[in-house]
């Protein structure tokens, strides 16, 4: 369920509400009883946390640690052999 964010039009009060998609939006305004606009969020951001999202959670078994900027730039620079 998404975290709404509203405002009121008459005391400037901001409060966040948690509810369904299929709720009624807010009206009034907990504070001064007054009109409340619905503001428009920026949504939830992805975070990663803990110790290398990338080397513990698909690192492929049997690769070395290293710099992982210096594979795709060996393998770029082939030569043409195969004329």
């Known amino acids: ?8 039009r008459d005391c400037g009060h901001t409060y966040d509400a948690f509810q369904s998609m299929k709720d009624d ?3 009034e305004c907990p504070a001064c009883k007054g009109h409340v606009d ?3 969020g920026a949504g939830a951001g992805i975070v990663f ?3 290398g999202f990338y080397v513990t959670d ?8 290293g710099d992982s900027s210096a594979a ?4 770029g620079s082939s030569s043409s052999s195969d004329s």
Not at 1 to 8: G, I, L, N, S
Not at 58 to 65: D, E, F, N, R, T
């Open 1 to 8: 369920m998404p975290t709404y964010t509203y405002q009121c």
């Open 25 to 27: 939006p807010h009206t």
């Open 38 to 40: 619905r503001l428009i």
């Open 49 to 51: 946390k803990g110790s």
């Open 58 to 65: 698909y690192k492929k078994p049997g690769s070395s640690g």
């Open 72 to 75: 795709p730039a060996s393998s």
